[in-house]
């Protein structure tokens, strides 16, 4: 059913307001306070997937990251249903209700209204976000960038390196189509907005600061007590 430009706005809209107030949704806060904390008031004090793997561990670390995904995806998978090519209620070709979706619904989580404009990075919703848009190449960069993390502990880059891709691949397919230009300035300022969220986590790694992720702890090897009592006196080896 094709509507009219006015309802178009107007759903387009709707689904950027609803995609933004998706955002604002912090599971991290969320998950914390049934634990009986803030995460806020714990380790970084960021309220995002890898300071939940630093203070609550693996499992707490991946629901946050598997809640927050989804705060991308479904925004996206929304916008390319009211906002698809003039279509209501079907999914369009043109995907700029998906950058619209996705955009809003990053800016919700990176400065939620709802709790003082004080909210996460927005990495984790970035990549729900490029797993609606690029599946494949999300799914790559994230089995790389876990690697990555697994072997240099530092968790701000494993972001980068796992969102740039799937980013840079759908900005070259969109400047094919005639929304090439808008696609590529949403896409782009997704990016700068994480990055810019991310400032402290650059700044700590320039000084070598930045707080490590330990996904397996190595068991230490204790040396054995080669010390004997002689006399009533400790005496070590």
Request: net charge positive; charged share 15%; hydrophobic share 50%.
């Amino acid at each position: 059913m094709t509507i009219s430009l006015q309802m178009q706005i107007l759903a387009g809209s709707l689904v950027a307001i609803g995609s933004y107030f998706i955002g604002n949704v912090n599971n991290a806060i969320v998950i914390s306070r049934l634990k009986g904390k803030d995460i806020r008031e714990c380790g970084s004090g960021n309220p995002g997937t890898m300071n939940m793997l630093r203070t609550y561990g693996k499992i707490l670390g991946v629901v946050t990251l598997i809640l927050d995904v989804l705060k991308g995806v479904v925004p996206c998978l929304l916008g390319w249903l009211f906002m698809g090519n003039g279509q209501f209620l079907r999914f369009g070709s043109d995907r700029l209700g998906m950058y619209v979706a996705g955009i809003c619904a990053v800016l919700g989580h990176i400065y939620p209204a709802l709790m003082k404009f004080n909210g996460g990075k927005g990495a984790a919703t970035i990549i729900g976000v490029c797993l609606t848009l690029q599946p494949l190449y999300t799914i790559c960069t994230f089995a790389f960038g876990v690697a990555f993390l697994f072997i240099t502990q530092v968790g701000s880059l494993t972001s980068f390196i796992i969102i740039s891709v799937p980013l840079a691949v759908e900005g070259l397919s969109a400047a094919q189509n005639p929304i090439g230009i808008y696609a590529s300035v949403i896409l782009f300022a997704m990016y700068l907005l994480s990055l810019f969220a991310h400032r402290k986590n650059v700044y700590k790694l320039f000084y070598g600061n930045e707080a490590r992720v330990v996904l397996v702890k190595r068991k230490s090897k204790l040396q054995p007590d080669r010390s004997f009592v002689y006399e009533d006196y400790i005496i070590a080896e």
